[in-house]
């Protein structure tokens, strides 16, 4: 429940007693409402009826910071903010899908995570080839010490130690330069549910059939339960 629906009812019941009477507050689902606008009103009972999708104001908020730091000048933000973030993708009912967020705020934490768990990973992989170009280096010093007198046995071992020395010091710059690199974070884009609504249903190839819309709050309730 958005702040602007909260304010809604008393507004409806200052210029409408009557109406504001019978106003009722519900919860209701996307899905839902989807259905309802496709649906012709006629076959409803519900002639002359109408609605708009009213955007969170702090989401619009957010919705002009990332136009005044794109250098777009404006003043307002017509339909209900949607943002997603380049290259992020989640795993729903066994396929990938591309996620669209009501909230900001979900959507950095969510790749606050996703940036963090693949630097993580990188991080992790060059530390342990690190690790072992390090053993391969004593390896082959133990083999230049064990050669002792046998010329041949030394002068082979000798020559693998120069490109074993090289692999370690690549591997030991890459592990600093992950430990010092600061995680980039992806390119986020701006849309209005309006206008996804209107290309999935003039969607006629499937293009848009990956979309999966992120409610409001999901990203803070799943960081809460992971902190417990």
Not at 20 to 44: E, Q
Not at 203 to 228: C, H, N, Q, Y
Request: proline share 5%; with cysteine.
């Amino acid at each position: 429940m958005t702040p602007s629906h909260l304010h809604t009812t008393p507004q409806m019941k200052a210029s409408d007693a009557a109406q504001g009477r019978a106003a009722r507050v519900l919860p209701t689902s996307l899905a839902s409402v989807y259905d309802f606008a496709l649906t012709p009103r006629a076959s409803t009972g519900l002639e002359g009826v109408t609605f708009r999708f009213v955007p969170e104001p702090g989401e619009v908020a957010a919705a002009l910071q990332l136009y005044n730091a794109a250098g777009v000048s404006a003043g307002g933000f017509m339909g209900v903010p949607l943002f997603q973030a380049e290259g992020l993708t989640v795993m729903s009912e066994g396929k990938r899908c591309t996620p669209l967020f009501f909230s900001k705020a979900d959507l950095d934490v969510a790749l606050g995570t996703a940036a963090g768990q693949k630097h993580e990973e990188m991080l992790g992989l060059t530390r342990q080839r690190a690790e072992e170009a390090r053993k391969d280096v004593q390896r082959i010093r133990d083999e230049v010490a064990s050669a002792g007198e046998d010329k041949a046995a030394k002068a082979a071992a000798e020559r693998q130690l120069k490109p074993a020395l090289e692999a370690q010091a690549r591997y030991q710059a890459r592990t600093a330069q992950l430990e010092d690199k600061k995680v980039k974070v992806p390119r986020v884009d701006l849309g209005s549910l309006e206008e996804v609504l209107g290309r999935m249903e003039a969607d006629a190839r499937g293009e848009w059939a990956d979309v999966l819309f992120i409610p409001s709050g999901t990203m803070m309730v799943t960081g809460k339960k992971k902190g417990r």
